[in-house]
């Protein structure tokens, strides 16, 4: 009898289960394999990016002059981004920071701005650091080995674009900028606690004699209360700081003996910016007398040049002069030129470095006074006035183009007809002696202006303040 061959399905069906059962396993293995992989990829990311973002200053866009136009409506969309996007800071900084002033990348940042390079050197706070005198300062300080930390709000009264655009040459610098309001009393506070400054250059302040008709609150809350809450976190600092800061010319306001003296009468403003500023001089006497800070406040007188303000004569009549628009000449109710005192930038920031090195250091501690304190007050102007005509018959001789001229009467803004500085007092205590005169300062002005906002062709590539043009405008 033959042997029934052996049954081989149940072994076959068991095979089978077995391969499903790896097959499913495999499946399982991979999908948790991916996952893990995913969930790991996106831990390194966020690991990546909160890497940069301490360790790295903010990601401004990048900015390019030679593709602006002069004109508002078609600015370089990086300029917009720049000027617009999260208040200026990167997407990145302001998801880790808020408002960017904390943390401990931040606090790194402030150190490292503010700490000397050079033996016996200072420490700065420089406030309005993102503004025209502001930068200059800046940049002459950290250049012979200060340390300067910059603070500004970037507030919109002209275009936020060309203080970015400052801010960015600051960074190159190494000049750090605190995005911040002066009346942010914390955040003062909390730098004072970083770095125990030895100086305080303020320059932030609400500029413009003008636009105080249209927004007279605006210019109270900078030039009085601002002024103010950084005093009060100063005298509590310890060590006090030694405090330079900006007053004005304005103050003089209708005074007409010539040329204005320090010691000529200053209680009659005519505008509200000049008594804001003389405000401001009263303040200082205050905090000096009781708490035994060390202040010196500067008159400057129509400070001028490279990277300036777009609100300032000769600023607009550069842009309304190149695109073909009539500019207004003010002339005065008797029919008198209207003139300035015009100061250039660069002897300015000699004034203004001149008056840091001779503070000598406030007398306070904790809030109290130990002895007295040194109080000055000193013009720093060029001790020349120019009359607007000739200023631009000037820029006429520099741009290679006739200015359409609308000459009016002064209008009753608060503007004063004539401005005129004695230097003596500041020549005296620390050798301040301007050396430039008009049409040097603004042939250096329209180069820079020409570059910055791409117009080189448009003088038929001229040579920039020849010297016969530019003087045979100065003299006419």
């Not at 042997?3 to 948790?32: H, M």
């Not at 969309?77 to 990348?105: E, K």
């Not at 000049?175 to 606690?193: M, Q, R, S, Y």
């Not at 009468?265 to 505008?271: E, L, N, Q």
Request: net charge positive; glycine share 8%.
């Amino acid at each position: 009898m033959m042997a029934s061959p052996p049954d081989t399905s149940k072994t076959t069906k068991l095979e089978r289960y077995n391969s499903y059962l790896r097959r499913v396993n495999n499946t399982k293995l991979l999908a948790a394999s991916s996952k893990l992989l995913f969930r790991a990829t996106l831990l390194a990311a966020a690991c990546l990016i909160f890497y940069f973002t301490l360790n790295y200053p903010p990601l401004y866009s990048s900015f390019d002059p030679a593709a602006a136009s002069i004109g508002t409506s078609s600015r370089n969309p990086h300029r917009l981004l720049h000027a617009t996007a999260a208040g200026g800071h990167s997407f990145l900084t302001s998801a880790f920071y808020g408002s960017g002033n904390s943390g401990a990348a931040w606090e790194k940042q402030v150190r490292h701005s503010a700490t000397p390079r050079r033996p016996n050197g200072f420490s700065i706070l420089v406030t309005g650091a993102a503004g025209f005198v502001g930068t200059h300062c800046s940049l002459a300080l950290k250049k012979r080995g200060d340390g300067v930390l910059g603070l500004d709000n970037f507030n919109s009264y002209y275009d936020p674009v060309l203080k970015r655009a400052r801010q960015d040459l600051l960074q190159k610098h190494g000049v750090f900028i605190v995005e911040v309001d002066l009346n942010d009393g914390p955040t003062l506070t909390k730098l004072f606690d970083i770095v125990p400054f030895t100086h305080i250059l303020h320059l932030a302040a609400q500029a413009g004699v003008r636009y105080a008709m249209q927004n007279p609150q605006s210019y109270v809350a900078s030039n009085i209360a601002g002024f103010v809450n950084l005093l009060e976190v100063a005298k509590s600092a310890d060590p006090q700081p030694a405090i330079v800061w900006a007053s004005s010319s304005s103050v003089y306001g209708l005074n007409t003996q010539n040329p204005f003296s320090e010691a000529h009468r200053t209680d009659r403003p005519a505008s509200l910016y000049a008594a804001t500023k003389k405000a401001g001089e009263e303040i200082a006497h205050t905090y000096n007398h009781i708490y035994g800070l060390s202040l010196t406040g500067l008159r400057f007188f129509t400070v001028y040049g490279p990277w300036g303000r777009p609100d300032m004569a000769y600023y607009f009549f550069t842009k309304d002069i190149l695109q073909g628009k009539p500019i207004n000449v003010y002339k005065t109710a008797d029919g008198k030129e209207v003139a300035r005192d015009f100061t250039y930038i660069d002897d300015v920031v000699k004034g203004c470095v001149g008056a840091l090195d001779t503070a000598e250091k406030s007398t306070g501690s904790g809030g109290k006074k130990r002895g007295p304190a040194q109080l000055r007050v000193y013009n720093l102007g060029n001790t020349s006035p120019v009359g607007v005509g000739k200023l631009v018959g000037i820029l006429e001789g520099l741009l290679g183009v006739k200015a359409k001229k609308h000459v009016i009467t002064m209008p009753r803004n608060g503007d004063v007809p004539f401005t005129h500085a004695n230097v003596t007092l500041a020549y005296r205590d620390f050798g301040y002696k301007p050396t430039t005169d008009l049409a040097a300062g603004l042939r250096k002005f329209v180069k820079w202006y020409l570059s910055f906002y791409g117009l080189q062709s448009r003088v038929n590539n001229k040579e920039i303040g020849s010297s016969s043009s530019a003087t045979k405008a100065a003299s006419s």
